[in-house]
């Protein structure tokens, strides 16, 4: 049997390692994983990454370091053509690859939803590593143009900060934000703290629908203590360059950052399986597509039944142990067994806030403060793979407690592209040639 993973997402390997081991026995049982990128990235920690508290790097692992026997193909899957089961894939270097299986799983994830609201192609994303250093770098340079201004509304229109969504990307995203301004103001001195304004946008009732009303009400009083201007109920019209419509106007912006919702990956929503009516694979209890036994899928490109029929959200938690539970059917199937349903039992939600603050409600026990942040640490250090990476994590977050995040914007092009920069912005001076006079 020939087991191939779509994805290389923190569900799509979870599967791989624990299926390796369930059939590390079974030498008639390959395992193919197939990622565009060779890392996986662990995104709840992507916020500290983005801040400086965190190597960049350090919130992902290599994909192949954690496999023991599984191939690892690094490429972009284009189709999969389900009557030959056959996946269809391409290298960075257009090299194709044509890879058979018996099962499928399909661990794709999802994108940013840039349909929702018009114009969200005007606003930054997070939602990966890049998307992390491209906010990174647009800040400090927002700040740097700031602190040049003369003057003050150009200034206060830089030092203007939008996030979209105030589910948990966008309220963990704005509370690290918060806190990477207070640390980097001293560079500044030319600025003022209550010169920068962030603006929290939710369109539902309140923020954090994904856990309990009371822990959201205290995020809400952290937020807001810290300059926080929350409007749950707010829906925004358009994203515009450099401003937002509301329904009550316009608001200059230079940051707008869109969380607000995701969609499955286009790949996987192109696979020509049941879905359900926001386009994301229909599986059933066990996580085995409606009209194709021989597919699976998981995570955000996913929609899984709970007992009341109702799909469960996209969350980490959830993916990590939808992940194994899909690797034990796998083996299930591989022995000739039925598959079993899943059944998520939640063992409580967090939300990290910034400045050692977090929420968190464990087996039902409500915490706040720097508890709930150091137990939300902790959990997700250790769902990253590998002793060596988290010691690089805690050196990194054992760093950051004496020293504040530097200020060094990464710039991204080639010499030969700022060379070409600079020689278009020079102006052209008008230089004459001059003859020499060659003695003899």
């Known amino acids: 049997m020939h087991v191939v993973v779509l994805g290389g997402g923190f569900g799509g390997v979870a599967v791989v390692r624990r299926l390796e081991r369930l059939v ?46 599984a191939r690892f193909i690094e490429a972009s899957v284009d189709t999969v053509d389900v009557e030959r089961r056959i996946v269809r894939a391409t290298a960075s ?58 003057d003050q509304d150009a200034r206060r229109g830089c030092l203007r900060v939008v996030v979209i969504g105030g589910g948990l990307v966008g309220v963990e995203l704005i509370g690290e934000l918060t806190a990477f301004a207070d640390d980097v103001l001293r560079f500044y001195p030319r600025l003022r703290r209550d010169e920068i304004a962030f603006h929290l946008f939710e369109a539902g009732p309140r923020i954090l629908p994904e856990i309990d009303a009371s822990l959201a009400d205290t995020a809400a009083r952290v937020l807001r203590g810290r300059g926080v201007d929350i409007q749950a109920g707010t829906a925004v019209r358009e994203v515009a360059p450099g401003r937002i419509r509301l329904e009550s106007g316009a608001l200059e912006a230079g940051t707008v950052v869109l969380t607000a919702g995701i969609v499955p990956n286009a790949v996987a929503a192109a696979v020509p399986v049941a879905r359900d009516g926001r386009g994301r694979i229909a599986v059933d209890a066990t996580m085995r597509s409606r009209s194709h036994a021989d ?39 591989a022995d000739g067994r039925p598959p079993t349903a899943f059944v998520f039992r939640s063992l409580g939600s967090m939300a990290a806030l910034g400045h050692t603050q977090a929420v968190a409600r464990v087996f039902g026990v409500r915490l706040t403060g720097i508890v709930a942040w150091w137990l939300r640490r902790t959990y997700y250090l250790f769902q990253m793979p590998r002793w060596d990476r988290r010691l690089r994590i805690v050196l990194d977050w054992t760093v950051a ?11 991204l092009r ?18 004459r040639p001059v003859a020499v006079a060659q003695g003899r």
């Not at 026995?25 to 992507?46: G, Y």
């Open 414 to 431: 080639s010499e030969r592209e700022q060379t070409r920069a600079d020689s278009a912005d020079r102006p052209r001076a008008d230089v």
């Open 295 to 333: 597919i699976w899928a998981l995570g955000d490109c996913a929609s899984i039944p709970d007992r009341d029929g109702k799909p469960y959200p996209a969350l980490a938690q959830h993916a990590v142990r939808e992940a194994r539970h899909l690797a034990r059917n796998l083996a299930a199937v």
């Open 401 to 411: 407690l004496f020293f504040r995040p530097d200020i060094t914007r990464v710039d």
């Open 24 to 69: 590390r026995r079974r030498p008639d049982v390959r395992i193919t994983l197939v990622s565009r990128e060779n890392f996986t990235l662990l995104t709840p920690l992507l916020f500290e990454a983005c801040s400086g508290r965190l190597e960049l790097r350090h919130c992902a692992q290599p994909i192949r370091a954690v496999l023991r026997r």
């Open 93 to 150: 270097d257009g090299t194709p690859h044509d890879v058979p299986y018996h099962q499928l799983v399909v661990a794709l994830g999802g994108s940013t939803n840039e349909r929702l609201i018009p114009g969200s192609t005007h606003a930054l994303t997070f939602k990966t590593v890049a998307d992390a250093l491209l906010l990174r770098n647009h800040l400090i340079a927002q700040f740097e143009r700031a602190d040049a201004a003369a």
